[in-house]
């Protein structure tokens, strides 16, 4: 489909996180019509929206609070590119407008946020995108994009419309490489197989990603990669390879040696962590199917007591 007989739709980003904002910007840069949703008014002045490194972005954005989202058009795609524990208030502050929202992209580390909320939504609304683009953020106006990454799209109840969204187009020509997916829930759980082995092993460490190539560190990363197998072939009622999952996470330490992963970020700013959507998952997946996850189980309370 040429970029010409798409129809552009508005799309809203809600908070200035750092994937949000790699997406705005370089959605804007494509001649997108992107409204930023801040918190308060006093996050909303006039704000002038900078990325740096693999995004070279810097402008005035469109800005709105939860008092001026009658002015966002209906049909609207919004960004939840929000942290795990974040999206659920995030979903709760914007109920009504959402039911105009034409989809609804979430993205976030783990699995298992918000799941009552988002059952109720209408099922065709919801979208998954699983990134690997790295960035932090200097200030809530400045994100460094640190890591280029991919992403893949899906619509998480895959059944009643499996094919691409119209502005789909849009979106991969801004933030390319982009690959929509059919099966996204596959995706999901490779991804979380890959942040709870590197996230928590990195932050215990307090060392960039690449410190987990130590041949200390080889048992638990398998340890781990095991497990996860086990609780996602439960899940999914499908064979899953741990060895398949052990050497994509070998590819991303190498990939982000020098990275800091998010947990350790959030510890370090004495923000709370994503654990409890991540081997707090796993362990809790393991309990339903009963299957044994001890070391996600001892990395989850590990985490949870730093
Ligand atoms: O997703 C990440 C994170 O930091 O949360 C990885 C891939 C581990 C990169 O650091």
């Known amino acids: ?29 494509q001649g997108q019509s992107v409204h930023f949703v801040l918190r308060s008014p006093a996050e909303s002045q006039p704000m002038q929206l900078i990325v740096t490194g693999h995004t070279e972005f810097s402008a005035p954005i469109k800005t709105h609070t939860a008092h001026s989202l ?15 524990w974040q999206l659920e208030d995030a979903l709760s502050a914007h109920g009504p407008a959402l039911q105009q929202a034409q989809h609804i992209i979430i993205s976030h580390n783990g699995l298992g946020a918000a799941e009552a909320m988002l059952q109720q939504l209408n099922p065709t609304q919801l979208i998954d995108w699983v990134t690997t683009h790295g960035g932090w953020r200097h200030s809530p106006q400045h994100t460094e994009h640190s890591g280029l990454g991919q992403s893949w799209l899906g619509f998480r109840h895959s059944s009643p419309r499996p094919t691409a969204p119209t502005w789909w187009p849009l979106f991969a020509n801004a933030l390319p490489p982009a690959e929509w997916h059919t099966n996204i829930a596959l995706r999901r759980w490779h991804k979380l ?52 999952l052990l050497a994509q996470v070998q590819q991303v330490i190498q990939a982000t040696a020098k990275n800091i992963n998010s947990m350790l970020q959030d510890l370090r700013a004495q923000r709370p962590t994503e654990i409890d959507y991540l081997n707090g998952f796993v362990h809790k997946k393991g309990r339903q199917h009963k299957v044994p996850t001890p070391v996600n189980t001892m990395l989850w309370k590990e985490i949870t007591q730093v």
């Open 1 to 29: 489909m040429s970029q010409a007989s798409v129809t552009a739709p508005s799309w809203v980003i809600v908070g200035t996180g750092a994937v949000g904002s790699i997406l705005g910007a370089r959605l804007i840069q």
């Open 70 to 84: 009658q002015l966002i058009p209906p049909q609207a795609v919004w960004v939840f590119a929000v942290k795990a």
């Open 193 to 244: 197989a890959i942040n709870c082995a590197i996230n928590p092993l990195a932050a215990l460490a307090n060392a960039p990603n690449g410190e987990l190539q130590a041949p200390q560190y080889q048992g638990q990363l398998q340890a781990v990669c095991e497990e996860v197998a086990a609780v996602m072939a439960a899940e999914l009622n499908l064979p899953v390879s741990a060895s398949e």
